[in-house]
């Protein structure tokens, strides 16, 4: 079982930065792979970032890559979200996940067994 808790949303203006940070428990975060996905009002959930059980392999959705950065810290069982060049239509709320697919990150939501409950981002234009 794992646990997770995201934080560092925010309100902040286009062109601004947040770091979004997500903390889990358990003594086995470096045994997952983690995501980074994110949902606006009225819209499906989507695919931000997601790295492998070390961090060493990255995938990046299209509309975040160049801007965005995933990384993660596996003695403080912390995995990051740095955003810069924040856009209007990064608005939303951000979770992490965790999946079992150790050295393989995923862009499907179906890969992760355990999800955050999520941490909301604004950005005013």
């Known amino acids: 079982q794992v646990q997770l808790v995201e934080s560092g949303g925010g309100l902040v203006q286009a062109g601004g930065s947040l770091r979004l940070s997500c903390a889990a428990s358990?003594?086995?975060?470096?045994?997952?792979?983690m995501g980074w996905f994110r949902q606006a009002p009225g819209k499906e959930r989507e695919f931000v970032a997601a790295?492998?059980?070390?961090?060493?392999?990255?995938i990046y959705a299209d509309s975040v890559k160049g801007r965005f950065t995933i990384s993660r810290d596996n003695a403080k069982n912390t995995v990051f979200l740095q955003m810069n060049s924040l856009k209007p239509e990064d608005t939303a709320n951000y979770y992490c996940?965790?999946?079992?697919?150790?050295?393989?990150?995923?862009?499907?939501?179906?890969?992760?067994?355990?999800w955050g409950q999520g941490t909301q981002v604004t950005v005013s234009s």
């Open positions: 996940a965790a999946s079992p697919l150790r050295y393989r990150p995923s862009g499907s939501g179906t890969s992760y067994d355990y």
């Open positions: 358990g003594r086995t975060f470096s045994s997952y792979s």
């Open positions: 790295a492998d059980y070390s961090g060493g392999r990255t």
